[in-house]
Nanobody, 123 residues
Framework: VQLQASGGGLVQAGDSLRLSCVVS????????MGWFRQAPGKEREFVAA????????LYEDSVKGRFTIFRDNAKNTVYLQMTSLKPEDTAVYYC?????????????????WGQGTQVTVSS
């Protein structure tokens, strides 16, 4: 199983970005998927997660109302639409999958990880 995250970049505060995570090696329809981020000097933290069919989503409090996680199982791809970006959103963003249908917040419950994509938000 391989996860390839992309879509990061350098943007200004208030801008939007859409991250994509393409999964190969397995059909993701039965897998919970998540996005996490890690800022310099900090631990990796949960951002958002989605269940296998997309019917259930979870968000970290600071991104609620600004970020949206969604998936296209036909394309084996999960997305993170980020709007109203803030400098504190600056981090490397990772996508991950876990061998369970449900969404989850716990980093340790995810089995497969992508390589990360850098998001930098300038003030």
């Amino acid at each position: 199983v391989q996860l390839q995250a992309s879509g990061g970049g350098l943007v200004q505060a208030g801008d939007s970005l859409r991250l994509s995570c393409v999964v190969s090696g397995v059909a993701i329809s039965g897998y919970g998927m998540g996005w996490f981020r890690q800022a310099p000097g900090k631990e990796r933290e949960f951002v958002a997660a989605i269940s296998g069919t997309g019917g259930s989503t979870l968000y970290e409090d600071s991104v609620k109302g600004r970020f949206t996680i969604f998936r296209d199982n036909a394309k084996n791809t999960v997305y993170l639409q980020m709007t109203s970006l803030k400098p504190e959103d600056t981090a490397v963003y990772y996508c991950a999958s876990r061998v369970t249908f449900f969404a989850g917040r716990d980093t340790s419950s995810y089995n497969y990880w992508g390589q990360g994509t850098q998001v930098t938000v300038s003030s």
